[in-house]
């Protein structure tokens, strides 16, 4: 199982809020149960944070690959398909729906991982839809869900990894974490004055707005009593150095993951009554109305400080911080179950609509897909597609485009190298046992690699009448072009049949038009289009008529320039001046070809990207490979 959980807001250690901190326990936590995990979130605006900017940026330093986004919404599709996610995970941050629905859009089981009741950052509106698996943070969380849209949530409690908090000595400190008006702020400070005796330590967490932070320093300083710093990966040491947490929180806290780090660690909760606070802190401490008194917050607090008029909320927070703790196992457990089934769900909807549609179209009278041509009284096209019988040209009229090393060991160097990396190339996809219709084979290296890992494997060439499409730029002699193009194509198009005779293939070879393919072309298991689509006119068409003749699995692979960004875009790469790219016309992103084969019905994608070799020019090219795959086919 691979879990990719997506936020639209950063990720440790640009900020080490509850998500952020549970987010990576729980990735540590599904590993160690032999899964794995990944996530997609957010950037952080301030610049001098690390990892900040406007570009995507990914590493594993903290034991998962963790990727950053200026545009996570966006890079979601793109993210899921490189890593292969199993099932996705939107976790609450701003904008929800719209993470949502960039996952949804991905065709993978998408569940919603709630961490607080807050409407407005919805940015619209939840429903009980089958589409999704509903998880909560607590019950207070799920019971407010369900409360306000109907929805039910399985409630899979923060995962708290117990070696990274629980310390070996206990301090003198009243810890408060978070100095941000909703978590209480303002209590600490009078709580501060009314009790001067007791130090007070004050943990920066969310990302705190300079002047914020003067204002609240110049109240610390006056008082005296009160330390402040700035965020900490090592809470342990902070556990330490405390002897009473104090969490007097104004808004509704869902869970409060705070609470059970301290109880690890014997420190009893002094908390205000809201959200999940009183049934987390139990018997281990203390809950008071937000607004009551503060000499009766004073009060309690002292209580609380003195070890032996504590000592059975002490006693309560061990117990119930290492119950917590122990629950690790199964609460991964759990969760994982659930994805499971929800991912086996997912699938059966999407076959059984798949299957509806396809008894709708039988029920319908079959029409082939209008496409413009030249003229209104343009002819139709072929009615089926024609064989090509091999033959044995001879060595000397052969022009080839891949670099072949015969079985008696001569050398025949070609514009491009796939020896040892063709696997990669096709994004490392099983063939054996498969039938594969190749687009424009050229050589025929990679027809020739994948009959010998199984495939039974037929090439597809456009009539020499047509070739492929031109560029057509002003001015340009287009006739002369054509002309020589034409005696290269039959060059290589002999190269390919010298290798076949060569290598003992059975290789078939057809003609026809890949923009209108016959009706009794295929339908074939996987199709390949390698290095094709950038040279033609109207690359969706052509896609849209191969995949029309796929049961499974659609390949691409391309060029990748990584300065095109993450967006389903394809960039015209001719200029005037440059007319030596007459026969290219595009250049893609990855995720155009993972948009427009979703569109076509194969929803599952993953990505891979490559280095080919290109001895001619003595370098070494991009390349980037989608395997679209059509689900319950």
Same mark, same amino acid.
């Given at each position: 199982?691979?879990?990719?959980?997506?936020?639209?807001?950063?990720?440790?250690?640009?900020?080490?809020?509850?998500?952020?901190?549970?987010?990576?326990?729980?990735?540590?936590?599904?590993?160690?149960?032999?899964?794995?995990?990944?996530?997609?979130?957010?950037?952080?605006?301030?610049?001098?944070?690390?990892?900040?900017?406007?570009?995507?940026?990914?590493?594993?330093?903290?034991?998962?690959?963790?990727?950053?986004?200026?545009?996570?919404?966006?890079?979601?599709?793109?993210?899921?398909?490189?890593?292969?996610?199993?099932?996705?995970?939107?976790?609450?941050?701003? =904008?929800?729906?719209?993470?949502?629905?960039? /996952?949804?859009?991905?065709?993978?089981?998408?569940?919603?991982?709630?961490?607080?009741?807050?409407?407005?950052?919805?940015?619209?509106?939840?429903?009980?839809?089958? /589409?999704?698996?509903?998880?909560?943070?607590? @019950?207070?969380?799920?019971?407010?869900?369900?409360?306000?849209?109907?929805? !039910?949530?399985?409630?899979?409690?923060?995962?708290?990894? =117990?070696?990274?908090?629980?310390?070996?000595?206990?301090?003198?400190?009243?810890?408060?974490?978070?100095? !941000?008006?909703? *978590?209480?702020?303002?209590?600490?400070f009078e709580l501060a004055a009314a009790c001067p005796e007791?130090?007070?330590?004050?943990?920066? @967490?969310?990302?705190?707005?300079?002047?914020?932070?003067?204002?609240?320093?110049?109240?610390?300083?006056?008082?005296?009593?009160?330390?402040?710093?700035?965020?900490?990966?090592?809470?342990? *040491?902070?556990?330490?150095?405390?002897?009473?947490?104090?969490?007097?929180?104004?808004?509704?806290?869902?869970?409060?993951?705070?609470?059970?780090?301290?109880?690890?660690?014997?420190?009893?909760?002094?908390?205000?009554?809201?959200?999940?606070?009183?049934?987390?802190? $139990?018997?281990?401490?203390?809950?008071?109305?937000?607004?009551?008194?503060?000499?009766?917050?004073?009060?309690?607090?002292?209580?609380?400080?003195?070890?032996?008029?504590?000592?059975?909320?002490?006693?309560?927070?061990?117990?119930?911080?290492?119950?917590?703790?122990?629950? #690790?196992?199964?609460?991964?457990?759990?969760?994982?179950? &659930?994805?499971?089934?929800?991912?086996?769900?997912?699938?059966?909807?999407?076959?059984?609509?798949?299957?509806?549609?396809?008894?709708?179209?039988?029920?319908?009278?079959?029409?082939?897909?209008?496409?413009?041509?030249?003229?209104?009284?343009?002819?139709?096209?072929? #009615?089926?597609?024609?064989?090509?019988?091999?033959?044995?040209?001879r060595l000397e009229d052969c022009t080839f485009y891949h670099?072949?090393?015969?079985?008696?060991?001569?050398?025949?160097?070609?514009?491009?190298?796939?020896? $040892?990396?063709? /696997?990669?190339?096709? =994004?490392?996809?099983?063939?054996?046992?498969?039938?594969?219709?190749?687009?424009?084979?050229?050589?025929?290296?990679?027809?020739?690699?994948?009959?010998?890992?199984?495939?039974?494997?037929?090439?597809?060439?456009?009539?020499?009448?047509?070739?492929?499409?031109?560029?057509?730029?002003?001015?340009?002699?287009?006739?002369?072009?054509?002309?020589? !193009?034409?005696?290269?194509?039959?060059?290589?198009?002999?190269?390919?049949?010298?290798?076949?005779?060569?290598?003992?293939?059975?290789?078939?070879?057809?003609?026809?038009?890949?923009?209108?393919?016959?009706?009794?072309?295929?339908?074939?298991?996987? @199709?390949?289009?390698?290095?094709?689509?950038?040279?033609?006119?109207?690359?969706?068409d052509m896609l849209q008529s191969v995949a029309e003749r796929?049961?499974?699995?659609?390949?691409?692979?391309?060029?990748?320039?990584?300065?095109? =960004? !993450?967006?389903?875009?394809?960039?015209?790469?001719?200029?005037?001046?440059?007319?030596?790219?007459?026969?290219?016309?595009?250049?893609?992103?990855?995720?155009?070809?993972?948009?427009?084969?979703?569109?076509?019905?194969?929803?599952?994608?993953?990505?891979?990207?490559?280095?080919?070799?290109?001895?001619?020019? *003595?370098?070494? &090219?991009?390349?980037?490979?989608?395997?679209?795959?059509?689900?319950?086919?």
């Open positions: 199982m691979r879990v990719l959980f997506v936020s639209s807001d950063p990720h440790l250690p640009q900020i080490t809020g509850g998500l952020q901190t549970t987010t990576h326990d729980l990735c540590l936590a599904i590993r160690d149960m032999g899964a794995e995990a990944a996530v997609l979130c957010g950037q952080a605006l301030d610049p001098k944070d690390a990892g900040a900017g406007s570009a995507t940026t990914s590493d594993e330093r903290l034991g998962y690959l963790v990727m950053r986004s200026p545009r996570p919404a966006q890079d979601l599709a793109m993210a899921a398909a490189a890593w292969a996610a199993d099932a996705i995970v939107v976790q609450s941050g701003s =904008g929800l729906a719209t993470m949502v629905l960039a /996952s949804l859009d991905t065709g993978r089981a998408t569940a919603l991982y709630l961490h607080n009741v807050e409407i407005s950052q919805l940015g619209g509106n939840l429903a009980p839809d089958p /589409s999704f698996l509903f998880l909560a943070n607590s @019950s207070f969380t799920a019971q407010r869900w369900q409360a306000l849209y109907g929805i !039910h949530c399985e409630v899979i409690a923060p995962i708290v990894q =117990g070696q990274s908090y629980l310390a070996d000595s206990t301090g003198d400190k009243v810890l408060f974490v978070n100095p !941000h008006p909703m *978590k209480g702020v303002e209590r600490l007791l130090p007070f330590l004050v943990m920066e @967490s969310w990302n705190v707005a300079p002047q914020w932070r003067t204002h609240c320093l110049q109240r610390a300083n006056r008082l005296g009593n009160v330390e402040w710093r700035s965020p900490s990966t090592n809470m342990r *040491k902070v556990y330490g150095q405390s002897r009473v947490l104090l969490m007097p929180s104004v808004w509704e806290e869902s869970f409060g993951r705070t609470v059970v780090e301290a109880q690890l660690n014997g420190l009893p909760v002094l908390a205000s009554r809201r959200g999940a606070l009183p049934e987390l802190v $139990g018997a281990g401490g203390v809950t008071l109305a937000p607004d009551a008194p503060v000499d009766e917050w004073a009060a309690a607090l002292r209580r609380l400080y003195d070890p032996l008029t504590s000592e059975a909320e002490r006693l309560a927070a061990r117990r119930q911080g290492a119950a917590h703790v122990a629950g #690790t196992q199964a609460t991964v457990a759990k969760l994982l179950g &659930l994805l499971s089934v929800h991912v086996g769900a997912t699938q059966d909807r999407r076959e059984s609509e798949q299957q509806a549609e396809q008894e709708r179209r039988e029920r319908t009278p079959a029409r082939r897909n209008q496409r413009p041509g030249p003229s209104a009284t343009a002819t139709p096209g072929p #009615t089926s597609a024609r064989e090509i019988a091999p033959r044995q040209p670099w072949y090393t015969l079985p008696d060991g001569r050398e025949m160097p070609g514009i491009y190298d796939m020896r $040892g990396q063709a /696997s990669k190339y096709l =994004g490392d996809f099983d063939f054996d046992g498969r039938t594969v219709l190749e687009v424009g084979p050229a050589s025929g290296f990679l027809s020739l690699h994948m009959e010998a890992a199984g495939a039974e494997v037929t090439c597809l060439e456009p009539p020499m009448s047509h070739l492929w499409d031109i560029v057509p730029f002003d001015g340009f002699d287009t006739a002369a072009w054509r002309r020589q !193009h034409v005696r290269n194509i039959e060059g290589v198009r002999n190269s390919f049949w010298y290798a076949h005779h060569t290598f003992g293939s059975r290789v078939r070879m057809i003609e026809a038009d890949p923009y209108d393919l016959p009706e009794d072309v295929g339908p074939y298991d996987v @199709s390949v289009l390698a290095a094709v689509l950038l040279h033609t006119r109207r690359p969706f796929t049961r499974k699995t659609v390949i691409v692979t391309e060029v990748h320039d990584p300065t095109l =960004g !993450h967006l389903p875009l394809q960039q015209l790469r001719p200029r005037k001046g440059a007319e030596e790219q007459v026969d290219t016309w595009w250049t893609f992103t990855p995720q155009y070809f993972v948009s427009a084969l979703a569109l076509l019905g194969f929803t599952q994608a993953q990505v891979s990207y490559h280095r080919l070799s290109y001895p001619s020019e *003595k370098r070494e &090219l991009p390349m980037f490979t989608v395997i679209g795959e059509r689900p319950g086919a």
